[in-house]
């Protein structure tokens, strides 16, 4: 079955190679581009799904004050409100799910492309679907100082994809996201493992998957900024409205000293 998601996509990326003359990261940069733009729908339709239930969360939290203690309430309640307001509380996660083969399917892509070993050469070519494309095997592994089939020796891809996955995870939380609770505390948790857990990953995969890495995440930044999803204010050292000047005529949020 993966072999009807992967022929193809390293068939095409392949093609992106000879037609950028034989350069494996403009290969994959090209090809990564093309993926979320056609995935981009899937994209919107997710944010809409995730925005309305955004909208609904204190009618949602007047409900768990209401049935606190009975679940079987509290369920039959949440229901009728989703009903009422036409949304579906797994539209959020379906678009994911069919992004996953997508995903896995690229990834594998990539690895199978950079192969260098005999074997994998063999497999390589069994898997493109133009004969007239099996000469250009094996693709040219080299850019700048790395062997894209093996990981980055001086660690700048990975570094990149520790930052470019923080500022997109930064980026994509909701203000919401910032006012205390258990969702709060789970989501400040993700923006901080996710980032790291990529930035392992970079340290042992090959350097052609860093490559893809940073390049989606870059264009998931300007995906959702065009789409006005982008929290900029995420990025700041300080949440607006702390540790800032107060506007004129209001006081300073600091203790004064009491006089003596």
């Known amino acids: ?134 000469q250009l095997i094996p693709l040219s592994n080299q850019f700048l100082w790395m062997n894209l089939a093996e990981p980055d020796p001086f660690y700048v891809l990975p570094v990149l994809v520790l930052i470019t996955t923080w500022a997109q995870q930064r980026l994509l939380t909701p203000p919401a996201a910032d006012d205390g609770g258990q969702a709060a505390a789970m989501t400040r948790s993700m923006n901080t493992v996710m980032p790291i857990m990529f930035f392992f990953f970079s340290l042992s995969f090959a350097s052609g998957l860093s490559v893809y890495f940073v390049v989606s995440n870059l264009i998931g930044i300007v995906q959702y900024a065009m789409m006005g999803k982008a929290n900029l204010g995420n990025l700041l050292p300080f949440k607006r409205g702390q540790n800032a000047n107060p506007p004129a005529g209001e006081p300073s949020p600091r203790k004064s000293t009491p006089a003596k």
């Open 1 to 134: 079955m993966w072999d009807l998601i992967l022929n193809p996509f390293i068939t095409v990326l392949v093609f992106l190679y000879q037609l950028l003359g034989q350069n494996t990261v403009l290969a994959i940069v090209a090809f990564t581009i093309l993926i979320r733009l056609l995935t981009h729908p899937l994209t919107v339709q997710q944010q809409r799904s995730l925005k309305a239930q955004q909208e609904l969360q204190p009618k949602l939290k007047k409900l768990q004050e209401k049935y606190k203690g009975d679940r079987e309430k509290l369920a039959q309640a949440q229901m009728e409100l989703y009903r009422e307001a036409g949304i579906n509380p797994a539209g959020g996660c379906l678009p994911l799910l069919i992004q996953f083969p997508i995903l896995i399917g690229l990834y594998q892509a990539i690895i199978q492309v950079l192969g260098a070993t005999p074997l994998q050469l063999l497999d390589l070519s069994g898997r493109i679907l133009v004969p007239q494309l099996n």
